[in-house]
């Protein structure tokens, strides 16, 4: 990571904000956030990928200069609703893109769920963007590549995912302290303490409420089957520089350790807080200043219980392939996402078991080519290869 400034004035220009996927949690939120400080930021971009209502809804309210809506079936009805107001409509995947390489932004929200959220971000970072990233599979699937790009350009990439924002939080100041290891937190998901047999029945409307956060479908899925922590270590690994014997996850069913940092003199720094992704949201944004805001605070003397206890992944066995896959490096990771997203999106159809998301995923990772240092090309060619030899399991 880049040395952390200690200025601590606050801008009095206004930074200009890219939403890509403004409608889904994260997006959302971020609009919170700029709605509550509109000294601070503007967005000038959102983006969705169906939700033509709320992406009008949402253009109406914060005038960006351009709004992309990725299904082009919707394009006539933005457009129509749109019509005179000074917001540039474009529609289609590769408005995603062009949206990403214009001058009217300064940081991108990577909002966007999934592989769908690398080549704007790829994009933004080549025209000198700094990203807060929430999509982490932009970074499982092609770390390497992201991370040298940013470098490249002298960009930052700050996280919003609040394990990696609290990481990132317990560095500064840290510059040249060496990690030793960090330790990401996993509230367990719904099914915590459950083994093998109860997960045979899972249904959709289980799997997706999570204990501690309200978040989009995907995730939701993937914190009940871990496989999101899985996904959350390959995305430490890139973002931190760590090797895998670095990266620690400790089940902590309360959320209020959001992730800690131990040094080599042992000393181990911890971010709290109350779950809100509000918080690593507007850290991103406003970094190096924090905001003051109205968020319920948490009270030690209410409640005193914090729990640890190592993780499952006998019964969880989407974390042990996700570990499996970091070790393994080079493609892996990236066949480890497509066949991830193709089983959680067929199990989202009630296409597919709870249990056999697994078996699809592990297939896929024993039936792709392995790469060992692909180029980009080969990360876009593995994930398709993969999506197709996953969906070929499902029939879908
Ligand atoms: P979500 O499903 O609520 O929203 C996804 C957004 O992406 C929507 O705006 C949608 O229109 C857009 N989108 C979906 N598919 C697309 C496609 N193919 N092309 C273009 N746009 C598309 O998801 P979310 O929960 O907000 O998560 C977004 C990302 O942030 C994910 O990568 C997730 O892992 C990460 N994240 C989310 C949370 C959270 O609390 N929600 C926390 C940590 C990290
Ligand atoms: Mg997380």
């Given at each position: ?67 992309v ?13 749109l ?10 995947e ?69 394990e990696?924002?609290a ?10 302290n ?41 995730i ?119 066949a ?28 792709i ?15 398709g ?12």
């Open positions: 990571m880049e040395p952390v400034s200690f200025q601590h004035t606050h801008s009095s220009t206004i930074k200009t904000i890219g939403i890509f996927g403004s409608t889904g949690s994260i997006g959302k939120q971020t609009l919170d956030v700029i709605r509550t400080n509109p000294s601070l930021f503007k967005a000038t971009i959102l983006t969705a990928h169906s939700n033509a209502d709320l992406l009008i809804e949402q253009a109406l309210e914060f005038f960006p200069q351009a709004v809506i990725t299904d082009t079936n919707k394009y006539n009805q933005v457009k129509l609703a019509e005179g107001k000074d917001i540039a409509v474009m529609a289609g590769e408005a995603l893109e062009e949206a990403a390489a214009m001058s009217c932004y300064e940081f991108m929200m990577a909002g966007i769920v999934g592989f769908a959220g690398l080549k704007p971000t790829l994009m933004a970072i080549s025209n000198g963007k700094n990203i807060g990233l929430a999509n982490k599979e932009t970074l499982v699937v092609a770390g390497d590549v992201v991370m040298k790009m940013a470098a490249e350009k002298g960009i930052s990439i700050i996280p919003v995912d609040s990696h924002s990481i990132y939080q317990c560095l500064v100041g840290e510059d040249k060496p990690i030793e290891k960090i330790i990401l937190t996993a509230s367990g998901g719904p099914f915590f303490g459950k083994k093998p047999n109860y997960l045979v029945n899972i249904k959709r409307e289980h799997a997706i409420q999570h204990p501690n956060w309200s978040m989009g479908a995907k939701s899925i993937d914190s009940s089957t871990l496989m999101n922590k899985g996904l959350e270590m390959i995305e430490a690994k890139w973002l931190f520089n760590l090797k895998p014997s670095q990266i620690e996850v400790v089940v902590h069913q309360q959320s209020i350790i959001h992730s800690m940092v131990q040094f080599e003199d042992g000393s181990i720094k911890a971010q709290m807080g109350l779950p809100d992704m509000k918080l690593p949201i507007q850290y991103a944004m406003a970094y190096p200043n924090r905001l003051k805001n109205d968020f319920p605070r948490y009270n030690f003397t209410k409640s005193a219980v914090l729990n640890f206890e190592p993780p499952d992944i006998k019964t969880f066995r989407n974390l042990a392939l996700a570990i499996a896959a970091m070790h393994k490096g080079g493609n892996m990771p990236c066949i480890l996402n497509a991830n997203e193709i089983a959680v999106y067929g199990f989202l159809k009630n296409r597919v078991g709870y249990i056999d998301m697994t078996e699809i995923i592990e297939r896929t990772m024993a039936t080519p392995f790469i060992e240092n692909p180029s980009l090309e080969e990360y876009f060619e593995s994930d290869e993969a999506r197709s030899f996953a969906a070929s399991m499902i029939n879908i």
